[in-house]
């Protein structure tokens, strides 16, 4: 059964369709609409300010309907613009009068959110980017503090729908374009988990069987898998150049990574090491099996116990609760199936080369007899 | 055949009180590796002189570790081949590995008393809270000489010499030092901080060693 389905061609098919349709939709995707800058980027209470806003993706010109802009603190405190000019699409100048009672208290200075909506862009949010300094003018009017005086003059902003009414993927402000990523770093670790599992089933099936092609798929599944960790490492790495500002942040998860390669290596150095086949395969499989648990304490507990910049780890929530939206998934999941696919297709093939070499060993072997 | 009846509890127990009788007699394993731990504190301190907080962490795992992978490593590969021969013949398996691990468990706790005895004497004791350091200092070397046993067995089926444990032992190390580390790093500190989750990922991979050792075990022991 299992033989007919990898000696089939239509799983190769499916991994390529997958991965073709995953860098379509991963790359051509737009990005949902986003505020870049702010200027100026801080007011006093009681002033009128006029701050013009820079977005990206977004259409206030081509689809004003419903546009507006407010400043809130905490979402429990909006201010609606008075005043608000399209420039263009991505350009909009909005002016507050900022009422004076709404102040911060003497010397200190709260940070507000910028929200921008339209009916067809959605929500927009710069979150924490103007500084709201206290009130200082002559006239005594009666300050209350933001902490205890409800704002009079608000209203709630009212959107339509919290997201882009077309096709998009989430704008968030470190992360930029480099969310597509996604489809090309994380599912490269599922792959490369995918091809450990086979191994250390293999190497399992070897010890009860002691049938060679039980240790050769074990072996080659380890040499794909590091490849694929390989490339796990080298889109991790200018994803964290871009997002965090370093090749190689001082990351639970990323040392725990470089731990689980460096086992694995040590089976390859193992392998290597050993010149007699059977003792070869026995002691390599012993070794693998010993390696996937502690691969696994590595990968996933050890960052779980620390502070980590990967989501899931750390106290961070995971991808599925917030990150990753309904968009991403779509080209998410057949990224995963199809890398593995692919990934598993490799491993097919240098499976068959090495059976190849066997059997010319064989023969070159019976020719020199 | 008496090794049927005999529980393994009770085949282990013969085995340390076997490996300790060995050792009593010739003491050559342990006195070189207190000689290897003390002169290497001693190194220490003439280099440094003045240590604090993490360094002393770092550096007294460092020297742990080294000195486990030196006086553990030798646990299979010392025995000669006949002499394993015997052992394999009257008793089980997991009754050699247990026994092994649990004797190299107990010699490295008592080279690390004394480790720590000479560290602190020249380099000064940081640490705050003593009770979950020594436990942290338990574990861990429970767990190091669980991991460095299993791996000797393979570096000696293999090839019988300590350059392969090295390579072999590192990575399989390195999680437990990282786990250590971490967590001895918050006795430096006063203020009790939760050390419920290192506690249990040392105790998990206490565990998981030994019980993924003892699975794959019978498969090399008589090769």
């Not at chain 1, 709630?156 to 597509?180: A, C, G, H, M, N």
């Not at chain 2, 342990?30 to 002393?56: D, M, N, R």
């Not at chain 2, 580390?181 to 060693?209: P, Q, R, W, Y």
Request: hydrophobic share 50%; charged share 15%.
């Amino acid at each position: 059964m299992l033989d007919r389905i990898i000696k089939s061609n239509w799983w190769k098919w499916t991994g390529a369709f997958l991965v073709f349709f995953s860098l379509m939709v991963g790359l051509l995707t737009p990005l949902a609409p986003g505020i870049v800058s702010i200027s100026p980027d801080s007011l006093q209470a009681g002033d009128s300010i006029s701050i013009r806003i820079k977005t990206v993706n977004a259409h206030f010109l081509s689809k004003p309907a419903g546009l507006q802009g407010a400043l809130s603190l905490e979402n429990q405190y909006v201010i609606k613009s008075s005043f608000l000019h399209v420039l263009s699409d991505n350009e909009i100048q909005m002016s507050f009068k900022f009422p004076g009672h709404f102040s911060p208290q003497k010397g200190s200075v709260e940070l507000l959110d910028l929200e921008l909506a339209s009916d067809y862009d959605g929500f927009l949010v710069l979150r924490q980017s103007v500084k709201l300094k206290p009130y200082s003018g002559k006239d005594s009017l009666i300050i209350h503090s933001i902490s205890s005086s409800p704002a009079t003059n608000t209203e709630t902003f009212k959107v339509k729908s919290l997201t882009s009414q077309w096709f998009s993927f989430p704008y968030r402000e470190i992360l930029y374009e480099s969310v597509r990523n996604l489809f090309f770093h994380v599912v490269m670790w599922f792959a490369m988990l995918t091809l450990f599992l086979i191994s250390v089933v293999y190497s399992i099936r070897y010890l009860r069987s002691a049938n060679k092609i039980d240790d050769i798929i074990a072996a080659e599944s380890v040499q794909v898998g590091l490849v694929f960790a390989a490339i796990g490492i080298i889109t991790g790495s200018i994803w964290a150049k871009f997002t965090w500002g370093d090749w190689w942040p001082n990351d639970p998860k990323l040392n725990g990574t470089a731990i689980a390669i460096l086992l694995y290596f040590a089976y390859m150095i193992l392998r290597n090491s050993l010149s007699e086949d059977q003792q070869k395969a026995k002691i390599s499989a012993v070794y693998n099996i010993f390696a996937f648990p502690l691969m696994f304490v590595v990968i996933m507990v050890l960052p779980r116990i620390t502070a980590s910049l990967h989501p899931g780890n750390g106290g961070n929530p995971a991808f599925s609760t917030y990150d990753l939206d309904s968009h991403l998934r779509i080209a998410f999941y057949p990224a995963c199936l199809g890398w593995i696919l692919i990934s598993l297709w490799i491993m097919d093939i240098r499976i068959r080369i090495r059976k190849l070499e066997e059997i010319r060993e064989n023969q070159l072997v019976e020719s020199s007899l | 055949m008496a090794k049927n009846k005999m529980g393994f509890l009770k085949e282990s127990g013969i085995l340390i009180k076997k490996e300790f009788t060995l050792e009593w007699r010739t003491k050559t394993g342990i006195q070189s590796i207190l000689l290897y731990a003390v002169s290497t504190v001693f190194l220490c301190y003439w280099a440094i002189h003045k240590i604090e907080g993490e360094a002393w962490i770092a550096l007294y795992w460092l020297m742990a570790v080294f000195s486990a992978l030196n006086s553990v490593g030798r646990g299979f590969l010392q025995e000669s081949s006949a002499q394993q021969f015997y052992y394999y013949g009257i008793a089980s398996p997991y009754a050699i590995l247990f026994s092994k691990m649990v004797f190299n468990g107990l010699v490295l706790i008592l080279v690390n008393l004394v480790l720590l005895f000479f560290y602190s004497l020249t380099l000064g004791f940081p640490i705050k809270q003593i009770f979950p350091f020594f436990l942290c200092v338990f574990l861990g070397i429970m767990a190091l000489s669980g991991a460095i046993t299993f791996l000797s067995a393979i570096a000696s089926k293999a090839s019988g010499n300590l350059s392969l444990l090295a390579i072999l032992g590192m990575p399989v190390l390195l999680p437990i030092i990282f786990l250590v580390i971490h967590f001895s790093a918050g006795t430096l500190s006063g203020e009790s901080i939760g050390f419920g989750k290192d506690i249990l990922a040392l105790c998990m991979i206490n565990l998981i060693v030994p019980s993924v050792a003892a699975l794959v075990f019978p498969y090399i022991w008589r090769n």
